[in-house]
């Protein structure tokens, strides 16, 4: 089955720096990539995500990259301010069929100061 | 925007007693999904529900665990005998159908066990 790992666990970054994290999966099947931010008390909420027949894709301060021949992708966030603060989750699914089941990786917990 | 609401916000509950977590998934989705999170801890797939039966379950979903979807709206997750360790959040996700259509969450229900 699919296995997700994320890195870092942890990330702290100032204001306006911008930010990475990173998941690598292990089934060349998975076409699908969405990320996660959780904040307190909430449901993870989805930020972006990625089809495998694209290699990168972006949202104003948020973009996404894919390395399908490496089996990782990651999120990239520009500019961060203070609201960005949150856990982030990457995710891939299950196996090829559709509405499957998501398997997600650790998260990172990010701070972002002022 | 639609949301998936789910209640209650929090249960207490003895050890060894039944407890239904009911979810109401966004209306024209008809796909549907158990995930857990122990605190601190990532998020987890539980079971997947399409077209009135389960389509997929994990390990974790065990003989205690059963999923129903009651009326046109709610979709409820029931364990049957409560352990110490079912202590968790528990987040309902619905999606629509076609391929790799992200996940929508609610903001889940916190589940304490006594």
Known sequence: ?114 | EPEVTQTPSHQVTQMGQEVILRCVPISNHLYFYWYRQILGQKVEFLVSFYNNEISEKSEIFDDQFSVERPDGSNFTLKIRSTKLEDSAMYFCASRRTGSNQPQHFGDGTRLSIL
């Open chain 1, 1 to 114: 089955g699919e296995n997700v790992e994320q890195h870092p666990s942890t990330l702290s970054v100032q204001e306006g720096d911008s930010a990475v994290i990173k998941c690598t999966y292990s089934d060349s099947a998975s076409n699908y990539f969405p990320w996660y931010k959780q904040e307190l008390g909430k449901g993870p909420q989805l930020i972006i995500d990625i089809r495998s027949n694209v290699g990168e894709k972006k949202d104003q301060r948020i973009a996404v990259t894919l390395n399908k021949t490496a089996k990782h992708f990651s999120l990239h966030i520009t500019e961060t301010q203070p609201e960005d603060s949150a856990v982030y989750f990457c995710a891939a699914p299950h196996a090829d069929q559709a509405g499957t089941a998501l398997i997600f990786g650790k998260g990172t917990t990010l701070s972002v100061s002022s």
